[in-house]
């Protein structure tokens, strides 16, 4: 696969949150108002391409040669844990608003699936470190999309009269289906699957 | 079992009133991704059951131990032990659900409801609370990946674990939008809205 | 038992627990940011209504503004003279409350009082209708009650009543004022909670054109004016303004007012009663807007209790000190 095919797959094609169903919660969380959909994006964008360098590097160099393959997922999970920790101390000292924007999200972005996933797809993909950077800027980049989109949906779902029942979750739910609906008129797109 | 009234209601609450999946609205990304078929919902239920009990049971015994400053790495720890103890079990045993169920075996670990499980309640209750209430939210959320699974697998293939159901004219050519995302975000949108209309978990 | 295995995992997840350790240890000494811990400290302090009486954004906002040295002590209006008396003591400074407000309804014209003139059907919130040739009501100037205010309510204190009228749950409200700038009629306003009576109405109309919008509204016929005993009111584009410097809650004027547009807030009103002391000179009689006294001179003067509203004029003027004014547990009138 060359670089473009595996970029356009992890923007479109393979989208992480609309054709993968990963990274949900911040997906429904988030999406409520624009500026905290940019912010979390950002966020995201940040962590997901630090966690899969050290990710890549730390099982290529370590854990493969070692034969310690098994603890992918303990020491996977650890360094995500880490970086957020960085990035929220980081934030809090030099971009006071970003910080106080994203409020309560940034630990939440420890449990987002989509940057564990990540670090796992770049493993069983065999990606060389290049192609795992390419993969990362590309889902990151496709979860950007996808909030971003949806935050104007939700936007204005918000005065439209809607029945009690389906107010909030429900009516985002299906609205995420339209979308996602959209999103496979993306596949096969460029012969990817 | 215990007849204590607020040790059953540990076990009770998890099943409807505080639902994980229906009523807190944690855990969605397994909920949508392994339910193409009612055997994928279910095996992907009992899977995070098993984290989700075990690591109920040990975070609970260790919790006096656990300095407040370092309790979510160790919480991480003990659950992807358990993790990687169902990854390669499944592997073994089940390898055609394994495929299947891909990437998600992994992802148990962060999946919100264990961790969030751990925090709110284990840290703070005894061991056979503790495991009540796993019990109790894995009912819960299993019943629920079961339920949907069941219910794209019905509109979308016919079936319900491989036994036939519906007859053969929509066998053929059934609904497909079960099956892809979309009808994932859909089915879960109109459950949402009959648990609020039920007016579950007020 | 691979213990080679088993020692490398070990040592492996040991090395990375370690490390991630001290680079979080360095991170967090060199990333650390100074805070204030009077600020932390001022808003646990603080009720967390994030009302915004106070003028600033959020409980948040108003401690951050306390310890930069803009904001005054004392502008929380929900916390009142205790969490004012808090944040002084938090700042090493000394502090005088805030009055606690409380919202109330200047309009009595409901739909057993007030007329529709035409059947609205339209978006249903105030603002939209009172665009509407001032609301489906006869008197243009009245509340219109669909309720904007209604949802505004940081405490839920307000519901629309039977009557097409928000009720305000006094105990609930903590007078932040947002219901106040919401309504499209400004029929709501703050009011000091010890203040009990005011004037219910706001149409500037006079006589017949007001009367025939609604029951209850002021007519303009000024006879609030000319009893009041301290003169707290004045007529001004067809409406009394009250002085509430002035006004001491006698209740006269809510009696006098021959539309009912004035509303006591009391809980109960007391009583007077004469005592033995009392000479017959028949001051109280004279001073009597109700006729509630009677007696012959030199003998001892009786209150006829149904008269009587405990407005507290023939306590003033009696020089022997035999009225007292009994009942209403709880009650007083003001300066008295």
């Not at chain 3, 839920?156 to 105990?171: C, M, Q, S, Y």
């Amino acid at each position: 696969m060359n670089n473009a095919k595996i970029f356009i797959a992890a923007f479109l094609v393979n989208n992480i949150i609309l054709m993968r169903f990963i990274g949900l919660c911040p997906f429904f969380g988030v999406s409520t108002s624009i500026s905290t959909a940019v912010g979390m994006s950002a966020a995201v964008l940040f962590v997901m391409l630090l966690a899969a360098w050290v990710s890549w590097v730390l099982y290529h160099v370590l854990l493969f040669p070692l034969g310690l393959v098994f603890l992918r997922t303990a020491v996977f999970i650890l360094v995500i844990a880490s970086l957020v920790q960085l990035v929220e101390m980081y934030l809090k000292k030099y971009l006071r608003n970003l910080y106080s924007a994203l409020g309560i999200y940034l630990p939440l972005i420890t449990t987002n699936c989509a940057i564990l996933a990540v670090t796992f797809f770049n493993i069983n993909y065999k990606f060389n470190l290049l192609q795992a950077t390419i993969f990362a800027l590309g889902t990151a980049l496709g979860f950007a999309l996808v909030i971003i989109l949806f935050a104007t949906i939700r936007e204005r779902l918000e005065d439209a009269p809607i029945s009690p029942a389906f107010k909030g979750y429900p009516i985002a739910f299906i609205g995420a289906a339209l979308v996602s609906l959209a999103f496979m008129g993306f596949t096969a797109l460029f012969g990817i699957s | 079992m215990n007849n204590h009234p607020s040790r059953l209601s540990y076990l009770t609450s998890g099943i409807i009133k505080e639902n994980p999946i229906l009523i807190l609205m944690i855990g969605l990304c397994p909920t949508l991704a392994t339910t193409v078929t009612a055997r994928d919902g279910l095996g992907m239920g009992v899977a995070a059951s098993f984290v989700l009990i075990c690591s109920n049971v040990v975070i609970s015994a260790i919790r006096r131990l656990v300095p407040d400053s370092v309790r979510i790495p160790i919480f991480i720890i003990v659950i992807s032990t358990f993790v990687t103890i169902i990854d390669y079990v499944m592997q073994a045993y089940q390898p055609d659900l394994y495929r299947v169920l891909g990437v998600f075996v992994p992802l148990i670990v962060v999946n919100c409801i264990i961790l969030g499980r751990a925090e709110a309640f284990a840290y703070h209750h005894g061991i056979i609370d503790s495991f009540l209430d796993g019990l109790g939210k894995s009912i819960g959320f299993g019943s629920v990946l079961f339920v949907m699974g069941a219910l794209r697998e019905l509109f979308g293939n016919g079936t319900i674990l491989n036994y036939p159901l519906l007859p053969t004219a929509y066998r053929t050519s059934p609904m497909l939008f079960a099956i892809f995302p979309p009808g994932a975000f859909f089915l879960i949108g109109l459950l949402k809205a009959l648990v609020n209309k039920l007016g579950w978990g007020r | 038992m691979d213990w080679l295995l088993i020692i490398k995992s070990l040592l492996l997840l040991g090395g990375l627990g370690l490390t991630l350790g001290l680079v979080l240890l360095v991170a967090s000494q060199k990333l650390s940011v100074k805070v204030d811990e009077r600020e932390a400290k001022i808003r646990s302090a603080l009720p967390g209504a994030n009302c915004g009486a106070c003028g600033y954004p959020g409980c948040d906002g108003y401690a951050t503004a306390i310890v930069a040295g803009k904001a005054p002590l004392n502008a929380c209006s929900v916390g009142g003279p205790k969490v004012a008396q808090k944040i002084g003591e938090i700042m090493g400074q000394d502090v005088s409350a805030a009055e606690p407000r409380v919202a109330v309804l200047i309009c009595r014209g409901g739909k057993n009082e007030a007329p529709y003139r035409f059947q609205y059907r339209g978006a249903g919130n105030c603002r939209q209708a009172a665009l509407l040739l001032g609301g489906p009501k006869a008197c243009i100037w009245g509340c219109v009650g669909f309720g904007d205010c209604v949802n505004v309510c940081p405490v839920k204190a307000i519901t629309i009543g039977e009557n097409r009228l928000p009720v305000i749950d006094e105990k609930r409200c903590i007078g932040c004022g947002k219901c106040v700038a919401e309504c499209p009629k400004n029929t709501l306003i703050l009011i000091p909670r010890t203040k009990l009576v005011y004037l219910a109405c706001v149409s500037h109309d006079r006589g017949k054109a007001v009367k025939d919008a609604c029951s209850v509204g002021c007519i303009a016929c000024g006879l609030c004016v000319k009893v009041c005993p301290v003169s707290a009111l004045r007529m001004e584009r067809n409406l009394p303004v009250m002085d509430f410097e002035k006004c001491i809650d006698c209740g006269i004027c809510v009696h006098k007012c021959p539309t009912r547009s004035f509303i006591d807030r009391a809980p109960g009103r007391p009583k007077a009663s004469i005592n033995p002391r009392c000479t017959g000179c028949g001051e109280c009689i004279k001073v009597c807007q109700f006729k509630a006294i009677e007696g012959e001179p030199g003998k001892h003067h009786r209150v006829i209790p149904e008269k009587c509203i405990g407005c507290g004029q023939c306590v003033l003027v009696c020089t022997v000190k035999a009225i007292d004014l009994v009942g209403a547990l709880g009650h007083s009138v003001k300066k008295v």
